[in-house]
Each structure stands twice: as C-alpha cells, then as structure tokens.
C-alpha cells in the first residue's frame, strides 16, 4: 500500500454503500459486469487498468437522480444544456456521475472523470479509456446476446474505434427505429470513430 499514491485510492467499500442508497440492485449488478467489462478491454488494449475500472465503477452513479435533480445539477455546474438534453435530462446522468465522483468520492483524475462523462453519448474525439467505459456499457453480457452485439464485442477486441462506431450506429438505428430525438454528439461521437478507427487500421 506504501507505493501507491493516495489520489489512486478509492474507497470501493464506500461507493458500494452509496450505490446500495442510491441505485437500485439491478443496476448495481450492470455496474460490476461494466467494471468487469471494462478491465477486461483495458487488459486487452494495454491502457491503465486501475483508471479504467473505477471509471466503470463510477459511471452510473447518478442513473436513478431525479430528471429535476440531474437539470438543477448541471446548470450550477455551468454545463451547457441543449433541447435534447431538457426535453430528456436522463441523458445528463453521465455528466451529474461525473460531479458526484469528483465531489463524493474524490476523483481528480481527468481521464476518469471525462471516461464517466462520455459513456453514454460519447465525444469527439475521446481518450482509449473513454472509448473502453463507453464499449463496457453497452457490451456488457447483461445486455443480451444478440449477433450484432456479438460482433461489435468481437471489434472490440482489435479495433476500440470500430466498436465506438458501430455501437453509435446501433444506438441511432434503436433511436430512429422507436422515433425517438437523435442526440447530435451521438453522430459527432459516430463520424470521429469511423475515421480513428481507419487511421488504426492503417498503422
Ligand atoms: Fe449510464
Ligand atoms: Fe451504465
């Protein structure tokens, strides 16, 4: 434990309290496949494991808040909100994650904080972490098993950017198929993915 500087630790057991308060056991469950998920990736790709995995422990910490709650949160935290985003505030829950990691648990780390931010609409352009939390999510084996699904997790594997694209495209199709409102940093995330995922292919 000497070794290890204390902005690395995190008091899991704390944040599993928190989570039991505040999210119901279904949802604690998805939490643990995404961190399992995630490191599994994070191994794969060779990234820092121990950023990783809390990213994905941290990531739904603000699933269950209030749509009033999530609005008020994000608006002290200057974060500009669009139509989209009022007309749905679940989809802020990553970026309220974020503040609660930071303001509950202490996180200071950048690359984690940006990694919970972007997990559910992603960015462009974002870090291999971000790509990995974001992948986890929506890969995780509670998802189910369909073959689309199996072949993004199979990308996932070699090329972390073809699965961010594909996963964006399964996203719109889900979207347009149920005549839902489109995030626009949903294509923004899907059109930097295509491209970084053929500069990867190339090299
Ligand atoms: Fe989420
Ligand atoms: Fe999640």
Known sequence: VNN????SLLDREAVLQWLKANVPKPRISHILRVETYAIELARQHRLDIDATAKAAFLHDLAKYFSPE??????QQEG??????????PRLLHAEVSAIVARDEF?????????????????RSPMSPISCVVFLADSLEPGRGDHANLNRIRKVSKSNLYEAVGLTCDRT??????????????????RNWAIEAAKDLALR
Do not use: F, Y
């Open 4 to 7: 290890i500087p204390t902005a």
């Open 172 to 189: 719109l199709h889900q979207l347009i198929d149920c005549q839902m409102p489109i995030h626009p940093r949903v294509i923004l995330t």
């Open 79 to 88: 974060l500009p909100i669009d139509s989209v985003e009022e007309r749905d």
């Open 69 to 74: 709650r999530l609005l008020t949160m994000a």
């Open 106 to 122: 202490k996180i200071q780390d950048t690359e984690i904080l940006d990694a919970i931010r972007n997990h559910t609409l992603g």
